[in-house]
């Protein structure tokens, strides 16, 4: 029961008073920050008030939700579950299979026109609140949740992309942090509750002022460059990168997703510096061996934006250990970052920064999260930006897709300046769909099975390796192929004797 003992431990950590007036204070502030945008509107006039105050109140916004102050971790989780049980047939709510360091299960949400039935649809995966404090990004993802849900099927561009691609949504990866960050136990909390390297923790351990700057910062701790420049070594840092490459449940959570799904396209959501970021992160990469497809979508976003956009090691700082670094050198993923909600000195600005920023309005005219949203999306379903595998196989099989490499960390930094060693992970990506029944082919989006080089400007040329089982068939009916297969390109497979 996740759910359950989800609400037993914010009980708890409520009960104070201290808290509860924290809370109201802080809405009260929110509410009356936002009120000084025009959100206000005919809504605030049905609500009679009295005479002395004459504070609007902003009652309602043009979000598809309407909503006016920033999710909790509760709703947030609640919202999901009442998601996927309002729209099964496209929506299907999973748990990553790692619960966070205090215990709590991480959500994740897979969206597409007959979400139950396996398909070769390429995936665009996106996140929020890697960073505690970065509240936005919640309702940015979550919106656009909404959004898409809502306009399939009144708006042309949506109803194709809800038809080709999978969407699959983790608006929280660090629940934890968001706890304490949102209820204002430790407002400004940045990293994760691993409050000592090797341990877990409750919640209520990660809320101890002796653990104020305790927690892993999760954007460091994906392992490829993982401990090069651009992270810190000291647990009680801003950038602490973790004991080690994927140290932190929260991150296995998301080196697995990427792991078992063609990930074509992925953003991570931060706030809130006005940027469009993608790989090289860090100084130890080197150029991308995509840079050109990979930076033209970027430039696109900035567009969409009206940020720059590039690698942040030309326009924003060093950072080892991020989830563009993985998602591109394990699986040639275009990944990028969002820094949302600029200009306003808080990483969660009053609320109507959100509804600004998601359409691109008030605050930031032309700077609408939501277009670079659409275009990531849209850009999944660009087969010219991936890889299609034609696969001739009976129908009923499963066909699963799998390559294993060595991925390598930076060598990594001590404290001293000097460097240690690579860390090696070995690492296996798999992915399975089916046949249809009545079928005799799938048309299966896939990522390139050339890989970008960790070390120079250059593809290595590895091979998908594509499995046939049939179901309650005999050991001997298995097939096996492999395939390269370059970014743009198709190329076919011939498993018709898998049976
Ligand atoms: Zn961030």
Redesign the pocket.
């Known amino acids: 029961m996740p759910r359950t003992r989800t609400v037993s431990i914010v009980a708890t950590l409520r009960s104070t008073r201290a808290v509860t007036r924290a809370v109201t204070r802080a809405v009260t502030r929110a509410v009356t920050l936002a009120a000084t945008f025009a959100l206000a509107g005919a809504a605030a006039a049905q609500n009679p008030r009295t005479a002395r105050d004459t504070t609007p109140v902003m009652t309602s916004s043009p979000l598809p939700t309407g909503r006016v102050t920033y999710r909790t971790l509760v709703e947030t989780n609640l919202e999901m579950e009442q998601l996927a049980a309002r729209y099964p047939d496209r929506v299907r709510r999973f748990a990553l299979p790692h619960r966070t360091v205090a215990g709590q299960v991480v959500w994740a949400l897979e969206i597409t026109r007959g979400v139950a039935e396996p398909d070769g649809k390429p995936v665009f995966v996106m996140t929020g609140l ?2 505690a404090r ?1 509240w936005p ?1 919640v309702d940015l993802t979550m919106e656009f949740v909404h959004d898409i849900l809502m306009n399939d099927g009144q708006d042309p561009r949506i109803t194709r992309l809800m038809d080709e691609v999978r969407f699959i949504a983790v608006p929280v990866v660090n629940p934890d942090g968001y706890e304490l960050s949102r209820t204002l136990l430790n407002e400004q909390k ?1 990293k994760s509750c691993r409050v000592e390297p090797g341990r877990d923790a409750t919640l209520a351990e990660c809320a101890n002022p002796r653990y104020r700057n305790a927690g892993v910062d999760l ?1 460091r701790n994906y392992g490829a460059f993982w401990g090069g420049i651009g992270a810190n070594i000291g647990a009680g840092e801003g950038s602490f990168r973790g004991a080690a490459p994927f140290s932190e449940p929260e991150i296995r959570n998301m080196r697995d997703l990427f792991n078992a799904h063609q990930v074509v396209v992925a953003l ?4 809130p510096d006005a940027k469009v970021l993608r790989a090289p992160s860090s100084p130890d990469e080197p150029t991308p061996a995509d840079v050109e497809a990979y930076d033209a979508l970027g430039q696109l976003l900035g567009g969409d934006l009206r940020w720059d956009a590039g690698p942040w090691t030309r326009i924003y700082y060093a950072a080892s250990g991020t989830m563009e670094e993985y998602a591109y050198y394990s699986a040639g993923t275009f990944a990028y ?1 969002f ?1 949302n909600t600029p200009g306003q000195r808080s ?1 969660h600005p009053a609320y109507a920064f959100v509804v600004d920023q998601y359409f691109g309005t008030g605050a930031y005219p032309g700077s609408s999260a939501r277009a670079g949203f659409l275009r990531l999306y849209e850009a999944a379903a660009d087969a010219t930006k991936h890889a299609v595998l034609e696969i001739q196989a009976p129908a009923g099989a499963t066909l699963t897709l799998s390559k294993s490499f060595t991925l390598e960390s930076a060598q990594v930094l001590r404290a001293d300046s000097s460097r240690a060693g690579i860390v090696a992970m070995p690492l296996t990506l798999t992915s399975t769909t089916m046949v249809p029944a009545g079928a005799d082919r799938v048309t299966w989006h896939v990522n390139p099975s050339l890989r970008p080089s960790q070390h120079a400007q250059e593809f290595l040329q590895e091979s998908w390796t594509v499995t046939c089982t049939r179901a309650g068939a005999t050991a001997g009916a298995t097939q096996r192929a492999t395939v390269m297969v370059a970014r743009g390109k198709r190329a076919a497979v011939d498993l018709r004797a898998c049976r």
């Open positions: 890697h960073h970065e990004t940045r954007n991570s959501n931060h706030t970052t820094e990483f």
